[in-house]
């Protein structure tokens, strides 16, 4: 472009010179005309027409010139325009896709930055629940259970009228190979509870004879014909070895510690008894079709057990039980399946392994392709929802709820798509909900309203496909929406699943009164055992020691 405007400028030089000197070519020819009129200078005239010829020629030639240049530069200068367009339309693009990058990787490095942020609530939840969970004096009670047992006992001495003198017997020598291991369970006796204040409550003893005739069993151990275990084996209890002092039930071919025996929840099947079991976190279709109809035995199990001795509880699902025991019970339940005796057992360790197995399931109940339809229902009739549970809160469990037209449309798309639901969910949803609804009914003792169910199992019940962080986090805002269903669907029941609520079964007066059966009258050392073995937290310890020192005070 330079080059043409340079030209140009040449060429409007060129031609103005041109022109100049065509004019002063033309003057020249003119002076010389006028100055030979009537004289004889023909060659000279001749001269100067020649030169004005030559001098319009060059002019004419510069002009031609000129007009070239213009043209070229008019060119060029389109050039140079659509030129610029094309740089601006590219150096557009480049800032456009610089600052999608550059958005990207900031939303990007946002989002790392809340996945490690988002997981630490969650993280600092279950630390606090671990640490309510444990035990106070765990630690030391395990410590000393550790130690060696056999340890020498101390002579006594006493002195009678006649004058003799009596030691005090001493321990036998245990079995070293050239006694025989039975002689040794035949004869020894069993620790005395005051000789060790940290054992724990002793249970009825066996009467039966045999080698174990003096060893304390638990119910379901007493169920189970005992024998010296012949071989080493697994113990169905501890899931350690056992190798010497162990038991072997003569029908199910269960194996067992002898101190084991005293703690053993799985009863007899007068069968063998089979493998482990994996129960908890495997697909729910899995465990349904060993039940006959759809429901898992562990869920009618507990639900029943809850039922029979333990509606009367306070909080009876939303206290925890203790970890320990919790892991024990699940351990039992995956050896003996639906031969665990649980009537010995603490109802809210119960309840918490029921809700443990309907939390590990890979997928809940209410599948993960309903969540947003269940979610999105919540949401769009959240007012007529709460209106209606508002008010049915202030009303008697035993009055009928007086259903609005809205939220009979509601339940009507909550019934419909729990009947999309597989059968063996649907049937198992169902018995489930019932015992809630049961639960609900003495809900002035247990303090379980439907709300307060709906908490604890809606997170349980529906919850979202967890892929990611930001999935987790967004299901903590439906927390709410997830307590309204299951709250809604505990309500009303019988509407939804069409379905009469059956009696409750008739319960027994010790389970009315206590959730274990205790003694009325106790001694000090018994009271501390009493509390070590069977106390979750401090609320329960003051309650089991005021309800003891009552029924001492009342005999």
Known sequence: MHEADSALKKARLLQAQRQEEYEKARCSTSRVEEEQIGTAGGKLLEKRRKLEEEALQKAEEAQEHYKHCITDVGVKRVDLANTKSEILTQIRELVFQCDLTLKAVTVNWFQMQQAQVVSLPVNFQSLCENAKLYEPGLCYTEFVKS???????VESFSFDISGTQNTGRLPRTPSTGT?????????????????NGLSEMITEAASSPGPFRNTQMSKAAQTHKLRKLRAPSKCRECESLVVFHGAECEECSLACHKKCLETLAIQCGHKKLQGKLHL?????????????????FIIKKCTSEIENRALNIKGIYRVNGAKSRVEKLCQAFENGKDLVELSDLYPHDISNV?????RQLPEPLILFRYYNDFI????????IIVDEVEASRGRPTADSPQISVELNRVLFKIKDLLRQLPSAHYKTLQFLIQHLHRVTERADENKMTAS????????????????????????LVDYP??????ELLIRHYEMIFDTPLSPLPPSSPVAESSPLPIKSRFTPEE???????????????????????????NR
């Open 147 to 153: 130690l060696p047992s056999d340890s020498t006992r």
């Open 179 to 195: 006694m025989s291991s039975a002689d040794d369970l035949d004869e020894r006796e069993p620790p005395s509870p005051s000789d």
């Open 280 to 296: 908890f976190a495997i697909d729910f279709a899995q465990a349904a079709k060993n039940s006959p109809d759809g429901i898992p």
């Open 354 to 358: 029921l809700k443990l197995y309907l």
């Open 376 to 383: 999105g229902l919540a949401k769009e009739s959240q007012s």
């Open 452 to 475: 307060n169910l709906g908490i604890i199992f809606g997170p349980t019940l529906i919850k979202p496909r967890q892929a990611d962080a930001e999935v987790s986090l967004s299901s």
């Open 481 to 486: 929406y997830q307590a309204l269903i299951v």
């Open 527 to 553: 009271k501390e055992q009493q509390l070590s073995r069977h106390s979750k937290s401090l609320v329960d310890i003051k309650e089991v020691r005021l309800f003891v020192d009552v029924n001492v005070d």
